[in-house]
């Protein structure tokens, strides 16, 4: 049986809180996916058209990750964390996924927000896992509802 990773990107420390507490409860290993410029509160402050998380969003751009996951071939199970941008995951998670061979792997979304529901993540995250034998995602406020 293989082991699990939970990885996660947090731009305000909620989904990180979640992301540990949950990895420690199930003997999981953990990392955080970091974007190489670390946004500022401006960056993703919405409601403003030109703000950072905008412009990557509509531009579908790539946000390059720093680090990688060592081993990732030896994960069945990854779990992968975000709050909702836009319903969905933000571009540096789907960025980071596109690095890896997903293939057999078992994935499970979890998301945090401050009002908006998951939508439709899971389908959204899909292109990003090619391979993975099933996508799933949730909802959560805290690490015992994963």
């Not at 390059?64 to 071939?73: A, L, Q, T, Y």
């Given at each position: 049986m293989g082991k699990t990773l939970v990885v996660y990107f947090s731009a305000e420390g909620t989904t990180a809180k979640v992301a540990?507490?949950?990895a420690e409860s199930i003997g999981a290993d953990i990392f955080e996916i970091v974007p190489e410029v670390p946004y500022t509160a401006a960056d993703i402050r919405w409601p403003n058209p030109l703000a950072r998380c905008n412009k990557e969003k509509f531009g579908n751009k790539d946000v390059?990750?720093?680090?990688?996951?060592?081993?990732?071939?030896e994960y069945d199970t990854v779990y992968v964390g975000f709050p909702i941008w836009y319903g969905a995951a933000p571009n540096v998670v789907n960025t980071f996924c596109k690095g890896y061979d997903w293939t057999g792997k078992t994935v499970h979304a979890f998301a945090t927000s401050g009002g908006s529901g998951i939508g439709k993540s899971a389908e959204k995250l899909?292109?990003?896992v090619k391979g993975a034998v099933s996508v799933d995602a949730k909802l959560v406020h805290k690490a015992d509802e994963i």
């Open positions: 540990k507490e949950y390059p990750v720093s680090g990688k996951v060592e081993n990732f071939i899909e292109p990003y």
